[in-house]
T-cell receptor
Framework: DVKVTQSSRYLVKRTGEKVFLECVQD?????MFWYRQDPGLGLRLIYF???????EKGDIPEGYSVSREKKERFSLILESASTNQTSMYLC?????????FGSGTRLTVV | GNSVTQMEGPVTLSEEAFLTINCTYT??????LFWYVQYPGEGLQLLLK?????DKGSNKGFEATYRKETTSFHLEKGSVQVSDSAVYFC????????????FGSGTRLQVQP
């Protein structure tokens, strides 16, 4: 069965910390995505990647960056965490059709 | 730009009731349309999809028809079960341009025994 694995289920970080959220897929998918999910707002696209070392900004990239050094891994980086980045973060991958999602990382910034 | 509008929830139904969750979209060109479901504590799972006008997607008793004339993709199920309680997201993937899904805000469904 195909899998997208997010390294942490729950994370608590302090304001100003640099935070890394990791996502690994085992399906050899070219496309990977990071979304954040907030009540009443649905899922909003932060960044996505079509290939290794390639990235594109989504709708809300401010305060975030990404890294894709290997095809299977797509990392989301919060350069200096702030309380308004408290959210559920969802990673997904696809080969062009539907997405496969990870279980999410609930990040709390205090 | 592209956008998806869903009816607000929560939607509360009794078991075996008929379900409709409305979804309308705005997009250029000919998007593909999706419904995803999120069960408590889990990520999103693809429920069904339709890739062109008048297509009907179906899965697990759920159905949705791609209506280009009304720019809609309403989700329906004839008889809901308690196990259908979840959050449902409508989404579109543009036919051209950025190859990323745009999601609606989600609709929480609560089914009572």
């Amino acid at each position: 069965d195909v899998k997208v694995t997010q390294s942490s289920r729950y994370l608590v970080k302090r304001t100003g910390e640099k935070v890394f959220l990791e996502c690994v897929q085992d399906m050899d998918h070219e496309n990977m995505f990071w979304y954040r999910q907030d009540p009443g707002l649905g899922l909003r696209l932060i960044y996505f990647s079509y290939d290794v070392k390639m990235k594109e900004k989504g709708d809300i990239p401010e305060g975030y960056s990404v890294s894709r050094e290997k095809k299977e891994r797509f990392s989301l980086i919060l350069e200096s965490a702030s309380t308004n980045q408290t959210s559920m973060y969802l990673c997904a991958s696809s080969l062009g059709g539907g997405y496969t999602f990870g279980s999410g990382t609930r990040l709390t910034v205090v | 730009g592209n956008s998806v509008t869903q009816m607000e929830g929560p939607v509360t139904l009794s078991e075996e009731a008929f379900l409709t969750i409305n979804c309308t979209y705005t997009a250029t060109g000919y998007p593909s349309l999706f419904w995803y479901v999120q069960y408590p504590g889990e990520g999103l799972q693809l429920l069904l999809k339709a890739t062109k006008a008048d297509d009907k997607g179906s899965n697990k008793g759920f159905e949705a028809t791609y209506r280009k004339e009304t720019t809609s993709f309403h989700l329906e199920k004839g008889s809901v079960q308690v196990s259908d309680s979840a959050v449902y997201f409508c989404a579109l993937k543009p036919g051209t341009g950025r190859r990323a899904l745009t999601f609606g805000s989600g609709t929480r469904l609560q089914v009572q025994p």
